[in-house]
């Protein structure tokens, strides 16, 4: 999936400028990278927060047609109105064809439900971490990781070196090292006391807590 905002060079600067801006609906931005120089942008609000909502543009090589003249970038860092959920600031990088990249992707948590951990033991699925650093060239960026727990057992967790990756893609922690935990099954009461039950042996009742 292709996605393309648009913007137009901005020649005014400063506070005083990017405040009234914001009251033209506009949003403030930079484009950097790539050896080129930084350059001061400006976004239609509206259209810029309609793809703000969706997760890949969090974690995609988006298409920037600025000024008429395309160029692929990574949204790299925004600032949000603390009332008004509003973009106050955005930051693009320019990206490279042929250096790798470091980006934050989601992970897409399936199987859960049919985990041995959740489904005979009755625990439940907690999420340690809902993204992960991963580097790559542009063209191998994945929009999201799916992360399998259909194995997952109770009281086990599934660390970053168990997630098949895409062809050319790595984790930044895992070749540092650190091998994070991601996900577990975590026992409940009940499902302490569903475990007790499994384990008497038949005719004998589980003594009351």
């Known amino acids: 999936m292709t996605i393309e905002i648009s913007a137009v ?8 400028a990017s405040r009234r801006l914001r009251r033209d609906a506009k949003v403030p931005g930079i484009v950097y990278g790539a050896g080129k120089d930084p350059v001061s942008v400006e976004f239609d609000a509206k259209a810029l927060f309609m793809e703000f909502r969706h997760e890949a543009f969090h974690a995609s090589i988006l298409t920037l047609s600025l000024d008429g003249k395309k160029e692929s970038v990574l949204l790299r860092d925004f600032q949000m109105h603390p009332v008004r959920n509003t973009i106050q600031h955005v ?5 490279s064809a042929t250096e790798k990249i470091h980006v934050k992707v989601p992970l897409h948590f399936v199987n859960g ?3 041995p951990g959740v489904k005979l033991n009755g625990g439940i699925v907690a999420h340690i971490a809902t993204e992960a650093d991963v580097s790559c060239l542009a063209k191998d960026l994945p929009e999201f990781v799916e992360v399998d727990l259909a194995n997952l057992e109770i ?10 990756l895409p062809k050319g893609v790595e984790f930044v922690q895992l070749a540092h090292g650190n091998d994070l935990a991601v996900a577990s099954i975590a026992k409940t009461r ?3 006391a569903s475990a007790a039950d499994d384990a008497a042996p038949a005719g004998e009742e589980t003594p009351a807590a």
Do not use: E, N, P
């Open 9 to 16: 060079t901005r020649a005014a600067k400063g506070t005083g």
């Open 91 to 95: 930051d693009f990088q320019r990206v």
């Open 113 to 115: 439900d049919i985990a």
């Open 155 to 164: 009281g086990h967790s599934i660390h970053l070196s168990q997630i098949a």
């Open 190 to 192: 009940g499902s302490t």
